[in-house]
């Protein structure tokens, strides 16, 4: 039960991380695209 607790738990940050990286990529983008 534990166990399946905590790999929800990771997966759950590694998509939260994921979007993160996803969204700032995509700011960088846009500012890098106006100059």
Known sequence: MIL???DIYT???C???FFFF???FIIF???VSKY
């Open 4 to 6: 399946i607790l905590l």
């Open 11 to 13: 997966f759950s940050f």
């Open 15 to 17: 998509v939260i991380f």
């Open 22 to 24: 996803f969204f700032c």
């Open 29 to 31: 983008f846009v500012t």
